[in-house]
């Protein structure tokens, strides 16, 4: 480094020093010049953008540069030795073709004339790559964001007209107050999330960060990396730099562990000692982090017949079964059918600059549907509609069933009442899974899928109940287990 005199002193030599070194690591390119436009000093990030060697540098002016060496279209220190303003500009070095960022700033000396001028300057392509990888390595911060931006109009996002609904947003708000566990159940699609959301939104933690995380997104590895984040060196290729996991970027604000019954059990330990300590500890690294959330969870499993399984640790069930809310589906509410498809009829017309609206026939026959996709299926089938509509009224034509794959409810089996209770229900559960599979073909995975059950619960039932399924079953089924 070659500037001015320097203090004799060893605080202001240990000064330069700490300087010195802050300079010759900064990204980018950092000089300045006098107000002359000569160097005064130049890093060596200045010396690789420019292609010109420091010793040159330091014994011309930033003119000198443009005129001989680099051809540049502008630059802001010139503009800034001119106007004596700051000046942002983005310019090209004919040179070498690169294109480049610059800020320059006026230093003014103590009777007010301009004394120094730094630029800082970046290679546009090298800022790119750099914004990019941050880009990717903080992407959950950017989710983040959209979720805090619309965490104020949650709730008038919730839309409840039957009483059902009107009651469990009532004890909603209530359990908001406080920041014991919440675990909401409800099947696909019905709202849990909304639900969540809505939860936070009336906490005090409202102006903290609502993360979700779907449990059955990810690997278990990937997972456990994206909840408690790792160290550097922890992992090697995409992750080898470390990262913050998502609890500790909640901190003080709510994370919301949607299909909570996926998540592995090594994971559930990790999870249970959150909820019990307020700890956590990235992987690779023994620091306990103190860790203040509020956890909310949903699932659409019975986490009860999971405990008995085994599939489900017992003692986190019971910490997270603290208060609960069970949503119901959109069968069992219609009177929320015609304000949820009115409130999508707005949101579309709003998104495609239309002005089309439901007839009263098409209502009732939305009405008169199961809806098993529930609220999601509805705004997806809303949509439809809103798009394929030639005309501003949408008549029932419009609707078509068949769009969805409907799951039909099955009809109870009839218990043999001479029976002792538990004798009933085993025959009663016999009977069911043997027409399911049946109505599958056989097909063991297809069937847990619509029975809303892991496959390995399925199997451990049909053991215990002594079902037996033709050989072809496990033909259609190549991931099924060795019996």
Request: hydrophobic share 35%.
């Amino acid at each position: 480094m070659q500037t001015g005199n320097l203090a004799t002193d060893p605080a202001a030599q240990k000064e330069y020093q700490l300087l010195k070194v802050l300079a010759e690591h900064y990204f980018g390119s950092m000089m300045v010049t006098d107000s002359k436009g000569r160097f005064l000093y130049v890093n060596d990030g200045c010396c690789k953008l420019l292609g010109i060697d420091r010793e040159t540098l330091l014994h011309i002016s930033i003119y000198d540069t443009l005129h001989d060496y680099c051809h540049a279209t502008s630059a802001s220190s010139i503009k800034t030795l001119e106007t004596k303003q700051e000046c942002l500009s983005n310019h090209t070095l004919e040179a070498s073709g690169k294109q480049v960022l610059a800020l320059s700033r006026p230093h003014f000396g103590p009777d007010g004339e301009l004394q120094f001028v730094p630029t800082y300057s970046w290679d546009e392509q090298e800022l790119y790559v750099l914004l990019e990888k941050f880009d990717q390595e903080r992407n959950n911060v950017r989710s983040v964001i959209r979720f805090m931006q619309g965490t104020d109009k949650t709730p008038d996002m919730l839309i409840a007209e039957s009483q059902s609904m009107r009651s469990l947003l009532e004890y909603a708000a209530h359990i908001a107050a406080v920041d014991s566990t919440v675990i909401i159940y409800g099947e696909s699609g019905s709202g849990k999330e909304m639900f969540a959301k809505y939860i936070h939104a009336k906490s005090d933690r409202a102006d903290q960060v609502f993360i979700p995380i779907n449990c059955a997104s990810l690997p278990p590895s990937l997972l456990e990396a994206e909840m408690f984040g790792y160290e550097k060196g922890t992992f090697t290729g995409g992750m080898k730099d470390g990262k913050i996991g998502l609890f500790e970027f909640a901190n003080k604000g709510t994370i919301f562990l949607d299909e909570i019954g996926e998540m592995p059990l090594e994971l559930q330990s990790k999870l249970l000692r959150i909820i019990e300590t307020g700890e956590i500890k990235r992987l690779g690294s023994n620091q306990i982090i103190k860790c203040d959330v509020r956890i909310i969870a949903a699932t659409n499993r019975d986490l009860a017949e999971m405990v008995r399984e085994k599939t489900f640790r017992a003692d986190l069930y019971y910490r997270l079964n603290v208060l609960v809310i069970n949503v119901p589906p959109l069968r069992e509410r219609v009177e929320d059918i015609r304000p949820l498809a009115q409130h999508f009829v707005q949101t579309f017309n709003k998104k495609y600059g239309v002005t089309k609206h439901l007839s009263p026939e098409t209502i009732r026959i939305m009405e008169h549907y199961s809806w098993p996709g529930n609220v999601r299926e509805l705004r997806n089938t809303m949509e439809r509609m809103m798009v394929e509509s030639k005309n501003n009224l949408i008549d029932p034509k419009a609707f078509r069933k068949g769009d969805t794959v409907v799951v039909e409810r099955a009809s109870h089996p009839i218990a043999d009442n001479t029976l002792p209770y538990q004798q009933a229900m085993e025959a009663c559960e016999r009977k069911y899974i043997s027409d399911v599979v049946d109505a599958c073909g056989g097909n063991i995975r297809q069937a847990a899928e619509k029975m809303g059950l892991h496959i390995s619960t399925l199997y451990r039932k049909i053991d215990k109940l002594g079902l037996t399924f033709s050989k072809d079953d496990a033909v259609s089924d190549p991931q099924a287990p060795d019996t």
